[in-house]
């Protein structure tokens, strides 16, 4: 058995989410051979526990557009694992130290990975905002560095 086509749908509306948000190491795997109660569990990270709420917050709002409200939420008080269970899809989204920790990817490592469809680009483009935003706003607007 393989993921259903709806459940694939979810996942990739919840990656775009969590890649607008600047989510880090996004993958989804297919679970749906070994697990009865769940197609896919998606995983992404983020450095701060303010960002996995973000993008918990931005996988939420995206999906709830398509009418699609998690079954049950557990960690967001903590903002360190926050999972949404979504019945075909399981989302886990972590603080980078607890997913290098967990290692579910290796956990479920013999599960298929799915094409979430995201473009390398588009993350990379991504990529320079944040470090831009990291670098404060004289970075941003391009104006001289004030140590010069």
């Not at 051979?33 to 973000?54: G, Y």
């Not at 008080?77 to 579910?104: K, M, N």
């Not at 298929?112 to 680009?121: N, T």
Request: aromatic share 4%; net charge negative; glycine share 4%.
């Amino acid at each position: 058995m393989t993921a259903t086509e709806s459940s694939v749908a979810i996942v990739r509306a919840a990656a775009r989410a969590a890649s607008d948000k600047l989510a880090l190491d996004i993958i989804a795997l297919d679970v749906s051979d070994v697990l009865a109660i769940t197609d896919i569990f998606f995983i992404a990270s983020a450095p701060s526990e303010r960002q996995v709420n973000a993008i918990v917050d931005g996988i939420e709002e995206e999906l709830i557009k398509a009418n699609l409200r998690p079954v049950r939420r557990e960690g967001r008080s903590g903002g360190r694992w926050v999972l949404l269970d979504y019945a075909e899809v399981v989302v886990h989204v972590q603080h980078e130290e607890d997913r290098i920790f967990y290692a579910l990817e290796r956990l479920w490592k013999d599960c298929p990975v799915i094409d979430l469809q995201l473009e390398a680009e588009d993350t990379s483009a991504k990529a320079d905002a944040q470090g831009a935003a990291e670098a404060g706003p004289a970075a941003a607007d391009g104006s001289a560095d004030p140590a010069e």
